[in-house]
Each structure stands twice: as C-alpha cells, then as structure tokens.
C-alpha cells in the first residue's frame, strides 16, 4: 500500500561564512533544488561518511 510520509523538521537558525553560502546557493541553483535540500543532503552525506568510532 503506498503510503505517503511528511518528515518532521523544525527550524533552526545557523550561521555560516557568506562564501559557502554563496557557493551553495549557486550549486544549488544550478541543480535546481532548494538551498534547504542542499544543506540536508550535504549534512546527511557528511554523517554518513564519518568514521566509525570504536
């Protein structure tokens, strides 16, 4: 059965330095998706490359 999910999010108020800003906002742009989902899928890329811990 298809079932359609909206992900919980809330919001959060980050700062980051204007040159990665703009570097994301022209990548994102360029991909046509928002810079939200470029920061998610960045983040999430990032979280699952980290080294395991032991």
Same mark, same amino acid.
């Given at each position: 059965?298809?079932?359609? =999910?909206? *992900?919980?999010?809330?919001?959060?108020?980050?700062?980051? *330095? !204007?040159? /990665?800003? #703009? =570097?994301?906002?022209?990548?994102?742009? %360029? =991909? %046509?998706?928002?810079? !939200? $989902?470029?920061?998610? $899928?960045?983040?999430?890329?990032?979280? !699952? #490359? /980290? *080294? =395991?811990?032991?």
């Amino acid at each position: 059965m298809f079932i359609i =999910k909206k *992900p919980e999010s809330s919001n959060k108020t980050i700062r980051m *330095p !204007n040159e /990665l800003i #703009d =570097k994301l906002e022209k990548l994102a742009a %360029g =991909k %046509g998706i928002s810079f !939200n $989902q470029l920061v998610i $899928q960045c983040c999430e890329y990032a979280l !699952n #490359d /980290l *080294p =395991k811990e032991e």
